[in-house]
């Protein structure tokens, strides 16, 4: 029964990480906590990604980054650098297996492939 209910809403165990990555984030002092919902909101529209523990897995990481660097005091521009989005861009790159792109780089490669072998075959 667990497992239909998780099929119609979501697995929970996900849900659940959901929320404590909010909390944790709506705990950091004011300044982190408006650079993470900035870099978060850009990972989600530019990220697309599709597994949902992977997306949860990707922003834990961002929030341990931002936690440790606001317990050390450091200063968001040394965490982001000077160009944030490409701070965000290579984040998300080491999450870039379950982009939704991925399958159709996947599947264009087959199907050049695919109509390269025909080709020859003609």
Same mark, same amino acid.
């Given at each position: 029964?667990?497992?239909?209910?998780?099929?119609?809403?979501?697995?929970?165990?996900?849900?659940?990480?959901?929320?404590?990555?909010? *909390?944790?984030? @709506?705990?950091?002092?004011?300044?982190?906590?408006?650079?993470?919902?900035?870099?978060?909101?850009? !990972?989600?529209?530019?990220?697309?990604?599709?597994?949902?523990?992977?997306?949860? @897995?990707?922003?834990?990481?961002?929030?341990? !980054?931002?936690?440790? *660097?606001?317990?050390?005091?450091?200063?968001?521009?040394?965490?982001?650098?000077?160009?944030?989005?490409?701070?965000?861009?290579?984040?998300?790159?080491?999450?870039?297996?379950?982009?939704?792109?991925?399958?159709?780089?996947?599947? !264009?490669?087959?199907?050049?492939?695919?109509?390269?072998?025909?080709?020859?075959?003609?």
């Amino acid at each position: 029964m667990t497992n239909f209910i998780e099929k119609m809403v979501g697995d929970f165990g996900e849900k659940r990480r959901w929320k404590e990555y909010k *909390a944790r984030t @709506k705990a950091l002092p004011a300044p982190y906590r408006t650079a993470i919902e900035g870099v978060e909101r850009y !990972l989600m529209y530019k990220g697309a990604i599709t597994r949902g523990a992977t997306l949860v @897995k990707m922003l834990e990481d961002l929030a341990d !980054l931002f936690e440790q *660097a606001a317990a050390d005091a450091t200063p968001i521009r040394t965490i982001v650098g000077d160009d944030p989005v490409e701070f965000a861009d290579a984040f998300l790159a080491n999450f870039s297996e379950d982009e939704w792109i991925s399958k159709e780089r996947t599947r !264009l490669t087959d199907t050049i492939t695919k109509a390269e072998s025909e080709e020859g075959g003609s």
